[in-house]
């Protein structure tokens, strides 16, 4: 069946770090991912989109690839902040499934 | 413009009885999501609706159920509440998206629901 999982529940860095988040998929090829950011008590908020032919994607301090033989999106941060700890969800489809999430924490 | 706007944010009902959920999209959009979220199961999705239709359903038993109207305005109901259903029931609007487009939510804040 068609699944896609987020690798890690939670996520510990230092600030100033890079956070890489991962989403992978099987048994099925995505036309585009997308990534969230979910702050406790509030709803997801959208931060990019990216599509299979599109390798690369950067917003600010954000960048999400897309690597379509690994069957898998990496959701990176650089230079990390602790204003950056939330929980990241990966989704996908038309009826957009999200993924279970990854709960990042930034330490001063 | 204004937001997602769900009500009511927050809701104490007893097993047995029903609720409804009020979901108002940002304007324009005509699709409207509904999600439950657990810290045991994440975000579910629910069913999607545009233009008064249901597009897409998740996999809930029956008793989940939800309508859009005319103004693109979506409401959701669970009759027989049971206490798993003790959750945060997210609404999400988006432009419609065309064939093969990307579907960008903008979701609501929620509604908290507590079943006893």
């Known amino acids: 069946s068609q699944k896609i999982e987020q690798n890690s529940e939670a996520l510990n860095i230092q600030e100033g770090k890079t956070a890489t988040l991962t989403c992978n998929y099987t048994?099925?090829?995505?036309?585009?991912l997308q990534w969230y950011r979910q702050d406790p008590g509030r709803g997801p908020v959208f931060l990019l989109l990216i599509r299979e032919n599109e390798k690369e994607k950067r917003k600010e301090r954000l960048k999400v690839t897309f690597d379509t033989t690994l069957k898998q999106s990496l959701f990176h941060i650089t230079a990390s902040q602790p204003a950056d700890s939330a929980t990241y969800l990966c989704?996908?489809?038309?009826?957009?499934?999200f993924g279970a999430g990854t709960r990042l924490t930034v330490k001063p | 413009k204004a937001g997602v706007t769900q009500t009511p944010r927050y809701l104490i009902k007893t097993r047995g009885q029903q609720v409804t959920l009020s979901c108002s999209p940002i304007s324009g959009h005509r699709s409207v999501s509904w999600y439950q979220q657990t810290p045991g199961q994440g975000l579910q999705f629910l069913f999607e609706?545009?233009?008064?239709?249901?597009?897409n359903k998740g996999n809930f038993p029956g008793r989940f159920s939800g309508r859009q109207f005319s103004n693109s305005r979506s409401e959701m109901n669970v009759s027989t509440l049971e206490l798993g259903d003790s959750a945060l029931y997210l609404c999400a609007s988006s432009l419609d998206r065309g064939l093969g487009g990307a579907n960008v939510l903008t979701f609501g804040a929620g509604s908290r629901l507590t079943v006893l």
């Open positions: 609706y545009f233009s008064e239709t249901q597009r």
């Open positions: 048994n099925y090829s995505p036309a585009y």
């Open positions: 989704a996908w489809g038309n009826d957009m499934r």
